[in-house]
């Protein structure tokens, strides 16, 4: 099982998502009772391209809307036949045996076609374009719908990037290795990868009161890091011009470049330098915001939001074979969407991201 499958399976699980199971315990029986050899990894190779494909299109799905956005029904639809692309049940039989109709068929390119045609019908998914994505899933509190979509898209967007030169307080993509997080390991690394607000939850002095006018504005994606989670104590609600000096030590190649960066700032944070310093690791996204000199706002947060999306999308659009028009002029479409309270959560997903208080 590569990395990249034992990451999509701590999410899925951790987003308590079990109406994948079904069409997941199908690619794995075939690889399971296939002849041992060639045939048996091919077919485990199938049941991994599976998992990436569930995992991209349930990413793409929920990231996009309030609640499931009635997904189940997606996976059982699949499942039965009621195919877009004409291919066969994924089910070992129909329920109702017709012979004018395909026969049921494991085949993961052949789902992968499926579930992207189901995420790009303007009546099912409403996600035709990339202008649709980015424009549903940056406005959304994704913090308070999904802790653990949150945390997967910003792993995803985080992987091997660096600083960027001309756009100080956003990152651009890096060579392979230069920083390297969406793994199993880092999916598992809650220490350094918790989610936090950069603008606090609630109003404090130091923060663009347009962060507060709207209840929703703070649990953006554009508003949300991961950051050491013990440092959250430092982090809380302090005014922008000092939380960015400890996202860059917290960033810092070295416990030494952080101490140098603490000392030099003449703050005082609620935990010591040392410890602090302890505490930091190569981020560069973390870096990225200490480079912003200007004021945190709700501009330059949405601007963030569109980098984060853009990179995620770039590195999960494979895996379900999606190929959406990035054309800045393409019409942005409405997702059809039913608001939920808070309180109507899964709370079990609330268990499988990390996050601060900050």
């Not at 230069?178 to 606090?200: K, M, N, Q, R, Y």
Request: charged fraction near 25%; include cysteine; hydrophobic fraction near 40%.
């Amino acid at each position: 099982m590569t990395d990249t499958v034992k990451l999509c399976l701590a999410f899925l699980n951790s987003l308590n998502h079990t109406i994948a199971i079904a069409p997941l315990a199908r690619f794995y029986s075939e690889a399971v009772h296939a002849d041992e050899g060639e045939a048996r990894i091919k077919r485990i190779a199938e049941f991994e391209k599976a998992i990436k494909a569930i995992t991209a299109f349930t990413v793409f799905w929920r990231a996009t809307r309030r609640g499931t956005g009635n997904i189940d029904s997606q996976y059982r639809a699949v499942m039965a036949g009621d195919s877009l692309t004409g291919i066969g049940p994924l089910a070992r039989q129909r329920a109702v045996p017709d012979a004018s109709k395909p026969d049921p068929i494991v085949d993961a390119e052949a789902l992968k076609k499926e579930l992207a045609a189901r995420l790009s019908d303007p009546k099912l998914g409403g996600v035709p374009n990339l202008a649709s994505f980015l424009a549903a899933a940056s406005a959304l509190p994704l913090y308070k719908i999904s802790r653990p979509l949150t945390r997967f898209l910003l792993l995803a967007a985080y992987h091997d990037t660096i600083e960027d030169p001309e756009n100080p307080g956003l990152i651009i993509q890096g060579k392979a290795g230069v920083a390297s997080c969406f793994t199993a390991d880092g999916w598992a690394d809650e220490t350094h990868l918790t989610i936090e607000h950069i603008a606090p939850q609630q109003a404090t002095s130091g923060w663009d009161e347009e962060f507060y006018s709207q209840k929703e504005t703070v649990h953006k994606l554009g508003n949300l890091v991961l950051a050491p989670g013990a440092a959250n104590t430092s982090l809380s609600s302090r005014p922008w011009t000092e939380k960015k000096v400890l996202y860059t030590a917290l960033g810092a190649p070295t416990a030494d470049d952080a101490k140098s960066v603490l000392n030099s700032s003449g703050l005082t944070f609620a935990q010591t330098t040392e410890d602090l310093a302890a505490m930091s690791r190569y981020l560069p996204h973390l870096r990225a915001l200490g480079q912003r000199k200007d004021e945190w706002n709700p501009k330059f947060m949405d601007q963030r939001a569109d980098v984060l999306l853009r990179l995620a999308y770039t590195r999960l659009k494979g895996w379900l074979g999606l190929e959406l028009s990035d054309s800045s002029s393409d019409p942005v479409v409405q997702v059809e969407d039913v608001e939920i309270e808070n309180d109507e959560l899964d709370e079990s997903e609330d268990a499988g991201g990390a996050v601060g208080t900050a």
